[in-house]
Each structure stands twice: as structure tokens, then as C-alpha cells.
């Protein structure tokens, strides 16, 4: 895959970036690492899970244990080439972009577009600062839902999306007829809403619960 993007590696932890632990190529630009540890979380007294600790468990999990090449595209272009992942990465990689809002594309109705590999492994996208709406068209993604100004994202048929965000962010989800979107946030939000078409599904998994529950929306008195 011949691209122009910014590879950058980050710790799964912190999701930030030590010049001085990676090497350069001979172009000056950071060398990509492939990722293959897995890595548990312990949170002591139940305390919620910060959301990026809850969207590594997530790719890690989606990716079984294959390498995660993580990339930072440098243009809207890139980031279309990228998010269009539908043949996968060589070598059984699972492809992790890393998106800002000046860098991520939108088609010509208004969404990006993300196109998991035809083999069932995922796409993982951190959307970052952006809050223009994203379309999941085929395949699987994992999902870091981080704009503060709201996220917007619609799992279109047959899909399955896992998607991550923080309590206190605003999440709009339409799951449209036989897809599956799985809402992993570190407790429980009055910020997701959900809508579904025929048999489309939404789980809610809260890191102060076990295991994931059909989601309800919340009403107030």
C-alpha cells in the first residue's frame, strides 16, 4: 500500500506519542509498529473505564490477537483510501486510522464512509475532533466516538459496528435493518440515543457492569 500519511505508533494506554521510543526511516518520517500484545485493564472499586482505555480493550479484542498497524493520514484523500479498507492489510494486519477533522472525508451525501475488510477483520477509527456524521457501509469497525461537538453515526445493514465513547459525549446511532452496534462507555449515559430499522440491534456495555444489555432509551419525569 503506497500512501503519503504520517505513521505514527502511540502507546494503547495513553494514546500519546514519545519521539525518542521509535525510530526514523530515511525519510525523516516514524516507522509503523505492529501491535500484538493484549493488555487487561483492573479498575479498583468498580470505578468507571476512561474511554481510551475501554477502546483498546475493543480493538484488541475485534482484532484477535492480529498485528494493529496504526496510520495518521495526512489529507482528506488518504483518509478515503484508508477508511475504504474492503481488501484488508497484507499479512493479516488490522488497519487502525487515526482521523482529525481537517483530515476526514465525507462523500457526496455528507458521510464518511468506512468499509471494513470483506474477511471479517475490523476496521478501527478514532474519528478525533470531528463531528461530521460517519457511515459504517460494509463490514465491521471498532469506533472511538470522541467529539466533543457530538458524534452521529449510522451502522448501515448487515454491519456491526463496537462503538466507544465517554459519558458526557453526545452519541447519535441509527442501526439500520440486520445490523449490530455494541455501545461500550465507561458508565452509564443519558447521551446515547439510538434508533433501529427492522431487525437492526443495540447492546449497551458498561465497564461498571457485566456483560452487555439491550439498549432502552432513558426517560425522565
Known sequence: MTLAERQVCRTRTGMTFNEHDHSRN???????TARTEAASVTLAGNRPAPAHELFRMAAEEAAAGAPIQELEPASKEESRRLLDNRAGLPDGEVLHVELHHETTPRDQSGYAELTG????????????????????????????ADSSAGNHLVVGRGT????VSSPDAH???HVE????????????SDHLLAF????G????????EDGPRPYARRTHP
Open 196 to 199: 433501529t430499522e427492522g431487525s
Open 26 to 32: 530515511g525519510d525523516g518520517r516514524f516507522t509503523a
Open 171 to 173: 452519541v447519535t446511532v
Open 160 to 163: 456491526e459496528a463496537i462503538i
Open 117 to 144: 475488510p470483506s474477511d471479517g477483520r475490523p476496521l478501527i477509527v478514532h474519528t478525533g475532533s470531528t463531528n461530521l456524521p460517519f457511515r459504517l457501509a460494509s463490514g465491521k469497525a471498532v469506533i472511538w
Open 201 to 208: 440491534r443495540v447492546d449497551v456495555v458498561y465497564s461498571t
Open 177 to 188: 435493518d440486520g445490523a449490530h452496534a455494541a455501545f461500550h462507555c465507561g458508565a452509564e
